[in-house]
């Protein structure tokens, strides 16, 4: 788990390194607007979704470790070729085939995970695992901060483009790694006993001999790919899902910026490392909101309060944030917005295992988060377009994002009442354990 979550701190910082690099030279350099650079961000995504649900397919043929690996490699030197992009079409392109060489990343680690972990256990690891991309916001901007200070050391390169090669080039590194590292199933565990792997096999095989029909009936790709396409409780987590990914790039995409925004509005200024550390800030609460929140949900099972709550307080602090008057409190609602999300994700991947396996949650699990990719292009679209509209005030960009964020509340609320997300079927841990 914890390699794997490398790989993921790996990946969320990769996807998100244009956020840092817009506002400290790129944008200028490309002679970008707001709504070049939303687009920029966002058609990422559409690469993603073309391959999303094919791709976790393929991983459920040939195997986590040779697909996660091939995976990583990929967009590891696509990432590294922005250190060299000249132009916003190059940008465009770029980010296009970084979404391509990435899909089927992160449900394919979901799904890894999933094979691994009795249920019971699954929301403490997914969180766990989880803590990775609120650690890349606090990791990762002061560093992409620091990287973008060494303008011209490296063969001349502005620090921005430095910054793309320092934060790409570890992807092949520990792509690489992991063909080596990870092992397909318990049985291929080295580190294990007899025993051990006896227990953990034996564990997750009657979980999946307890699931409903969903699960039983996926057993191969394309029955798989059926069951999850005509499963309604699978498209609406998709929907609930798609409110919270838009919420969370449009931090992770405009916060930089928003940051930027703040020398001018309040006449202060911030060095590169200062507005890297500004960044990291809403994060460090997100973080520790994440934890208690799963560790809460292990010793007393995932209820659908665990979902629905946050994503409501997220729809409220958001808009908020921009009425707050000064930077500080702007950051501080903003962290809040930050918590929120991060609290409800780990706990909702616990849903679709709770009645999909084999096949059928490869696909549906692809399903669900290439409906949050869709988001992923939506999000920075849009309020780059709004931001524009509106001379670059963000107001009503944030009030769309509340607005989804309001409605994946409100789904998971109905989703509960339907009965078809009841009181966890995953039973607590005992405390202790």
Same mark, same amino acid.
């Given at each position: 788990m914890p390699?794997?979550?490398?790989?993921?701190?790996?990946?969320?910082?990769?996807?998100?390194?244009?956020?840092?690099?817009?506002?400290?030279?790129?944008?200028?350099? @490309?002679? @970008?607007?707001?709504?070049?650079?939303?687009?920029?961000?966002?058609?990422?995504?559409?690469?993603?979704?073309?391959?999303?649900?094919?791709?976790?397919?393929? @991983?459920?043929?040939?195997?986590?470790?040779?697909?996660?690996?091939?995976i990583m490699v990929t967009w590891g030197i696509v990432a590294v070729l922005f250190t060299w992009v000249g132009s916003y079409t190059q940008l465009s392109w770029l980010r296009f085939l970084l979404g391509v060489a990435e899909a089927g990343f992160f449900p394919g680690a979901i799904l890894f995970l999933s094979l691994w972990v009795p249920a019971r256990y699954r929301s403490r690891i997914l969180g766990l695992f989880y803590l990775a991309q609120p650690l890349t916001s606090v990791i990762g901007a002061p560093l992409a901060g620091w990287l973008m200070t060494h303008n011209g050391v490296f063969f001349g390169l502005e620090g921005w483009r430095f910054m793309f090669l320092g934060v790409g080039a570890p992807a092949i590194i520990v792509g690489v790694i992991a063909w080596f590292y990870l092992a397909d199933s318990p049985n291929q565990a080295k580190w294990l006993s007899p025993d051990e792997k006896k227990w953990l096999t034996d564990a997750l095989a009657t979980e999946n001999k307890a699931k409903g029909g969903e699960a039983k009936s996926g057993g191969h790709g394309l029955a798989g790919l059926k069951v999850a396409f005509s499963s309604g409780r699978v498209w609406t987590l998709s929907f609930i899902y798609f409110g919270f990914i838009y919420g969370l790039y449009t931090l992770a995409f405009f916060l930089p910026t928003i940051i930027k925004g703040f020398e001018a509005q309040y006449s202060v200024t911030f060095s590169l490392m200062e507005k890297g550390l500004i960044t990291a800030i809403p994060y460090v609460p997100a973080a520790i909101a994440l934890y208690l929140a799963t560790r809460h949900a292990t010793r007393n099972g995932v209820k659908s309060g665990h979902i629905a709550i946050p994503a409501a307080v997220g729809a409220v602090s958001i808009p908020v944030a921009l009425f707050a008057g000064s930077p500080t409190l702007t950051i501080a609602v903003l962290a809040v917005t930050a918590c929120a999300i991060f609290a409800a994700l780990p706990n909702f991947w616990t849903v679709p295992t709770q009645f999909l396996a084999g096949a059928a949650a490869a696909a549906g699990i692809a399903l669900i988060n290439t409906m949050g990719n869709l988001a992923g292009f939506l999000a920075p679209l849009i309020t780059g377009e709004l931001a524009d509209l509106n001379g670059g005030d963000y107001k009503v960009a944030f009030f769309v994002v509340g607005g989804f964020m309001l409605l994946s509340s409100v789904l998971m609320v109905a989703l509960s009442r339907r009965g078809q997300v009841t009181a966890d079927e995953q039973a607590p841990v005992p405390a202790g354990h």
């Open positions: 390699f794997v979550a490398l790989m993921f701190f790996i990946n969320y910082l990769d996807r998100t390194a244009i956020g840092f690099a817009a506002p400290n030279g790129m944008n200028d350099d @490309l002679a @970008l607007t707001a709504a070049q650079y939303g687009f920029a961000s966002g058609v990422f995504f559409i690469g993603y979704i073309l391959l999303e649900v094919p791709s976790n397919l393929a @991983l459920h043929k040939f195997g986590a470790r040779r697909w996660l690996a091939r």
